[in-house]
């Protein structure tokens, strides 16, 4: 079946550090969502990508969807504290049903 | 923007027993609720899908008859976890698309903490 596989499994880094992680499929997808999910929460919607090759940004996040629509990657500029959390790549699949399957997660620990 | 409303946070059951979840799209109607389970330290595995007015569609090895979905209105979906067991501690969430929303408009809910005792 699908998988989405991100890397790195987990980062622990320094405030003010600039983070990187990325998200492989074995198939192509036509959207990419990264998600964002707190301790205890649901996961929150952090940037959509529809286009094969598109970047998008929001604050200090960025995001690309790869030319070959199985990948993707997530940038963080600057981290802060807040950014603590797991973040998922996801991907809709079943034609109209539209479900979506999510990545493995990178855990981002951020130290004062 | 869109909300989705769940509840209980937490609960807590004796095994054997039966716990039911809500989830209430407040400012929109969900025709579909897609309910996910996440286990510690993994990734949100979808289980089923509800649509109102139908039956739930559920993803394979999924019991049907263990997690029982009813989606009665446009604007509640539940998931009832009956016989519940110790393995079936876990975090369950739903989400709902949110057709008129500008983006990708999946809405979660904040989650429910399942633990059996």
């Known amino acids: 079946g699908q998988q989405l596989n991100q890397s790195p499994q987990s980062m622990f880094i320094q405030e003010g550090e600039d983070v990187s992680m990325n998200c492989t499929s074995s198939s192509i997808f036509n959207t990419w969502l990264w998600y964002k999910q707190d301790p205890g929460e649901g996961p929150v919607l952090l940037i959509a990508l529809y286009k094969a090759g598109e970047l998008t940004s929001n604050g200090r996040l960025t995001a690309q969807f790869g030319i070959t629509r199985k990948d993707s990657f997530l940038n963080i500029s600057a981290s802060i504290p807040s950014d603590v959390g797991i973040y998922f790549c996801a991907g809709p699949y079943g034609g109209a049903t539209n479900k979506l399957i999510f990545g493995t997660g990178t855990l981002l620990a951020v130290q004062p | ?117």
């Open chain 2, 1 to 117: 923007g869109a909300v989705v409303s769940q509840h209980p946070s937490w609960v807590i059951c004796k095994s054997g027993t039966s716990v039911k979840i809500e989830c209430r799209s407040l400012d929109f109607q969900a025709t579909t609720m897609f309910w996910y389970r996440q286990f510690p330290k993994q990734s949100l595995m979808l289980m089923a899908t509800s649509n109102e007015g139908s039956k739930a569609t559920y993803e394979q090895g999924v019991e049907k008859d263990k997690f029982l979905i009813n989606h009665a209105s446009l604007t509640l979906s539940t998931l009832t976890v009956t016989s519940a067991h110790p393995e079936d501690s876990s975090f369950y969430i739903c989400s709902a698309p949110d057709r008129g929303a500008r983006n990708y408009g999946y809405t979660f809910g904040s989650g429910t903490r399942l633990t059996v005792v």
